[in-house]
């Protein structure tokens, strides 16, 4: 019998690839200096949004929390029981340096029923196994972490960026930042998630934040163009094996600016593409020949549907919202600090004076970004 | 013995009560139906059911029923193939028809069915939203090199030329010749308004058509009816067509009895010649030689968008492949359900597949091999309605091509004697009597409605599912189910059953 934590939909989210639809809350702040804050921020201001999830998932992702182990990639893994822990441990062995590993501190509570067992591996890939695989070393990253979570029968890698970590769990977002006890790590950028998912039980993989190297995506939507987008995905290998679109979500941030090199500002207006009059009336020639070319080229990479989203990486954070903007998405500013959230109050919880408030514009990102190195 | 042993498909009736002997349908029959001896007489055995005398009858004194002679029932000698057997024994030869497949074969786009957002996710009212059809075909990049200078973004790649088509609808090829002069005029007219393109067919292009270039796809076919190089350059893209959806494995036919001046001059060939394009291509033998023809081509138009059409047959998927890699930017898949001015019943019944399951597959490998974004696709052969535009597109379908339900919006009864020459619509005849009966612009105006009717259409679907651009419909066959089709079809279409 496994464990309820991955219950049922571990044998489904193998070989299914339909998709839940969820709703959700969302929240996120950085410190565009680079100052520190524990998670008890991020934790106070989901709080605030409680009613927007249902307690079948929360998450969050910390940038910055690994300090003494920045230039490794810190690999958080939950296993369903030994045996996953075993195989998937040898496989690492074989495709990474592992520097340290250690069971990630939790604080056990009623709230958080079942913890699948919870690691942490601070590791590099082999420069031989590199070589051989002919990609670059994040691709190399990449199709490990898929290997993993496609092949290793009840394991699942959920984070797997450098001085990063995301913390997931079924549960209401406050009670999984306790779980984890994220108040004894400090992040330059947190961000938060509730999960209201309509027909699942849920299961700690599909809790928020998603990760893929560096990005750490949280997404309040439901992508109508799912279909097409991963299937646009699949042509690049990325393979779609979740039950949510936030996967999908974060790897066309991962295609469209890891791998095609695109700006951040402009990987938006594919996602969030501006409409054709808009286009049409643009009377910059130029801006309008590279609008119009985005289109054309990247029209498979249209997230169609509502979608709130916030996404952290490691120099900034960035929120955006669908075309139309059928989700909610409100941003704030208090000197050196971005806020984005799904609500006002989430923001003035943990911010009750900001220098700035409004409503970001269908399709118009919201970004802060570090100044200096960190 | 008897002459005759095909008894008449219809029976025409003349009401004398109420005739008024305006000898009416006597003009506008095409095939001589109607004879006057103090009055309307009428000689069933040549009706073809075109409703043309119906229509223009004052009085309503005309009925055509079908004839409901008796056969004895036999499940497999069903009436059709007894006729036929008759009709070879009588005089040898090949029975020709026109028009498309009409055999009951399942019709997949019939057994899918379109998703609605409800709660979750929000539908959007293409009322009051901005819904987006435009299209481009041709070939594009598998990514965008852009710069950030002085706080601006510029792009630095290129993309290739493309036809912008403001609504994923376009013309298919139906050759000058095949069709009217004023039915050429028509789609014209009806592209130019519309924002799309029309195909010019394998007849050539008719001098006073260049002035419509934005608005044209020329053919070059295996017969080369027409092609010159002022020619390749009067439109916006060439398509170098392999094979037709109605014959595939065959060239057009066309009798020489619609090879007037006009037709002759156009097509480059004496008047009243039999116009037989051969079968293949006899300079492209292997994907290596196509790979020269449409690199002919580019150089001949300064690189314009060359477009590969095929008839979609079983091994279509890597037939594809090979085009795609041969360096065609658009592939035109013709489904056995195509239209067609003259083939032999054989062909059009029997041979090719279903649009459908082409398109599925032919998307499928172009993707599983990374290289969907090198070629357009477009699905012709079998688009019906609004429905099936958006199953098309849903299944991979960059844009569609309607031929058929083009020639109905003009008058076209779907009689399947346009191999005859009689078309007493206009359409398909180059008799000039008849000819004249199709107004350009009233066929035009009729086209446009139509196809504005199927955008209007397309966009209440398209915001039922709660997207408001075309490209997010496109290959998202997460949104559609199939209802009573079998495990392998839905395999192969990557399509859930219902439920699912």
Redesign the interface.
């Known amino acids: 019998m496994s464990k309820l934590a991955f219950g049922d939909q571990y044998s489904t989210w193998k070989v299914d690839t339909s998709k839940v639809p969820a709703a959700c809350g969302l929240s996120g702040v950085i410190s565009e200096d680079g100052n520190r804050m524990s998670g008890e921020i991020i934790i106070e201001s989901m709080r605030v949004i409680h009613d927007r999830g249902n307690g079948l998932g929360g998450g969050f992702a910390g940038y910055g929390i690994y300090p003494q182990n920045a230039g490794h990639h810190a690999m958080h893994i939950m296993f369903e029981d030994e045996a996953g822990k075993a195989a998937c441990e040898a496989m690492l062995a074989e495709e990474l340096e592992v520097a340290s590993a250690e069971e990630i501190p939790t604080a056990p509570s009623a709230a958080i029923v079942n913890p699948p067992l919870l690691w942490r591996y601070f590791a590099l890939p082999r420069g031989e196994k590199v070589k051989a695989s002919g990609l670059a070393d994040d691709d190399f990253m990449v199709r490990l972490v898929m290997k993993i979570n496609t092949t290793v029968p009840g394991t699942f890698v959920f984070s797997s960026g450098k001085n990063m970590g995301v913390f997931k769990a079924v549960g209401f977002a406050e009670d999984v930042g306790a779980f984890y006890r994220l108040g004894e790590y400090q992040a330059y950028t947190w961000i938060g998630h509730g999960r209201f998912p309509t027909n699942t039980p849920g299961w700690w993989g599909g809790a928020h934040p998603f990760n893929i190297l560096d990005w750490a995506v949280v997404h309040n939507g439901e992508i109508s163009s799912y279909g097409i987008n991963k299937r646009y995905l699949e042509m690049f290998g990325y393979e779609c094996t979740l039950l949510t679109d936030t996967e999908v979500m974060a790897y066309l941030f991962d295609l469209l600016i890891r791998k095609h090199g695109l700006p951040m500002e402009i990987a938006c207006k594919v996602l969030a593409a501006p409409f054709w009059k808009d286009i049409d009336a643009d009377e910059d020639v130029d801006e309008k020949e590279l609008y119009e070319s985005l289109r054309m080229v990247y029209a498979s990479a249209l997230v169609n549907g509502p979608f709130a989203v916030i996404v952290g990486y490691s120099r900034g954070m960035l929120g955006l919202n669908d075309r139309i903007k059928l989700r909610p998405l409100i941003a704030a500013t208090k000197d050196d600090l971005l806020y984005v959230s799904s609500e006002e109050s989430a923001i003035r919880q943990i911010c009750p004076k900001p220098d700035r408030v409004w409503a970001p514009n269908a399709g118009q990102p919201v970004i802060g970004q570090l100044k200096g190195d960190v | 013995m008897p002459g005759n042993m095909v008894t008449s498909e219809f029976l025409v009736n003349v009401d004398h009560e109420r005739c008024r002997r305006c000898k009416r349908c006597i003009l506008n029959c095409g095939f001589g139906v109607f004879d006057f001896q103090n009055m309307t007489t009428a000689d069933s055995s040549k009706c073809v059911a075109c409703h043309r005398c119906v229509v223009f009858c004052p009085e309503e004194a005309i009925t055509i029923t079908r004839n409901p002679l008796a056969f004895r029932e036999h499940s497999s000698w069903d009436v059709d193939k007894r006729k036929a057997i008759w009709k070879q024994a009588q005089s040898p030869g090949m029975i020709l028809t026109g028009m498309g497949n009409d055999l009951p074969w399942l019709n997949v786009f019939d057994h899918l069915l379109i998703d609605a957002?409800q709660v979750?996710?929000?539908s959007?009212d293409p009322l009051r939203?901005?819904m987006?059809l435009?299209t481009?075909l041709g070939r594009?990049?598998?990514?965008?090199?852009?710069e950030?200078d002085d706080g601006?973004?510029?792009?630095d790649?290129k993309?290739a030329n493309?036809i912008k088509l403001d609504i994923p609808i376009m013309f298919s090829g139906m050759s000058y010749g095949s069709v009217s002069l004023n039915t050429h005029r028509a789609l014209a007219i009806a592209a130019e308004e519309l924002g799309t393109v029309m195909n010019t067919g394998e007849g050539g292009l008719h001098k006073e058509l260049y002035p419509y270039r934005d608005h044209i796809i020329v053919q070059c076919a295996s017969g080369r009816f027409g092609v010159h190089s002022e020619y390749l350059n009067a439109g916006v893209a060439v398509e170098i067509k392999v094979g037709q959806g109605a014959k595939p494995g065959i060239g057009g036919h066309l009798p020489g009895e619609k090879i007037g001046r006009e037709v002759s001059s156009t097509r480059m060939i004496p008047q009243g010649t039999d116009a037989l394009s051969p079968a293949p291509h006899h300079d492209i033998y292997s994907i290596e030689d196509l790979r020269q023809l449409i690199y002919a081509l580019k150089e001949a138009t300064g690189y314009k968008p060359v477009s590969v059409k095929i008839a979609t047959v079983h091994n279509v998927a890597a037939i594809a492949s090979g085009i795609a890699r041969a360096g065609a930017d658009i592939i035109y898949l013709d489904g056995f359900r195509g239209g067609t001015g003259a083939a032999p019943a054989v062909i059009r019944d029997h041979v090719g597949i279903p649009l459908e399951i082409a398109l599925a597959v032919v998307d499928k490998q172009l993707?599983s091999e990374?290289i969907?974004?090198w070629v357009s696709i477009i699905a012709a052969g079998g688009i019906r309605s609004s429905a099936d535009v958006v199953k098309a597109i849903a299944l991979g379908a960059d844009a569609v091509g309607i031929g058929t339900a083009a020639l109905i919006a003009m008058g076209c009864r779907l009689c399947q004697k346009c191999y005859t020459g009689n078309c007493s619509w206009g359409i398909a005849t180059q008799r000039p009597e008849l000819t004249g009966r199709l107004d350009p612009d009233w066929g035009a105006e009729r086209l446009i409605n139509l196809v504005n009717s199927w955008s209007l259409e397309v966009k209440e679907v398209l915001g039922a599912?709660?997207?408001?651009?075309v490209?997010?419909?496109?290959?998202?066959?997460?949104?559609l189910r199939a209802l009573g089709l079998d495990e392998s079809t839905m395999d192969i279409l990557d399509v859930?059953p219902a439920g699912?």
Not at chain 2, 140 to 146: R, Y
Not at chain 2, 152 to 155: A, C, E, G, I, M
Not at chain 2, 471 to 479: A, D, H, K, P, Y
Request: with cysteine; charged share 40%; aromatic share 4%.
């Open positions: 957002c979750t996710n929000p959007i939203e901005p987006e435009r481009y594009k990049p598998d990514s965008l090199k852009v950030r601006k973004f510029k792009l790649s993309v493309n993707r990374g969907r974004n599912l709660g997207v408001n651009a490209e997010s419909l496109r290959g998202n066959r997460e949104r859930k699912r």
